[in-house]
């Protein structure tokens, strides 16, 4: 009882508990950036992903997650392309199906920005990167399943060649920098 009156004794905060959260593929896309030739920026995406992460709302602590996303799912809008991107002297997906994202740490900042680190395989290579993330919204969904959901955006920039991805580099055909950008909405499984 006297537990009780502690915790819910006006003034007293109730510290929430962490949040198990898994990305909602029906709200989640991933797209790339890079420079073609010089002449353009090439977009691209992978269209399928999924992953999950433990994150407490009221503390602002996230204490793991990981992102897998499907290599052969890449989608530039041009099959040919696309079917280059697939093979060997970029993504390699009959050697390397699954791209991973692995979080190693957080850093809150100001407001609702936050500094995620994690370590990126990519080719069978695993690398720091960190991603500058934005919490969009936090609170129940409005309609469907009504879980409480976050809405998040997330961008970094790689260089492909720290990965081994070191085709069309010769001649600046194909760049080395790759922007990442990702939207996506979490919902809360408990």
Known sequence: ??????????????????????????????????????????????????????????????????????????????DRRDRHLRNDDFLNVSDYPDIRYVITGHQGGEGDQHRVEGELTLLGRTRPVTLNVTLNKAADYPFGHENFTLGLSARTTIRRSEWGMDYGLSGDLVGDEVELWFEFEAIAED
Do not use: K, M, W
Not at 8 to 30: C, K, M, N, T, Y
């Open 1 to 78: 009882f006297l537990l009780c009156l502690l915790v819910f004794a006006p003034g007293s905060r109730v510290v929430a508990e962490s949040r198990s959260f898994v990305l909602d593929s029906d709200h989640l896309s991933i797209a790339f950036l890079v420079d073609h030739i010089g002449y353009q920026r090439q977009i691209g995406q992978f269209l399928e992903a999924n992953g999950s992460f433990v994150y407490n709302p009221e503390t602002n602590d996230l204490s793991s997650g990981e992102v897998i996303v499907t290599a052969d799912s890449v989608f530039t809008n041009h």
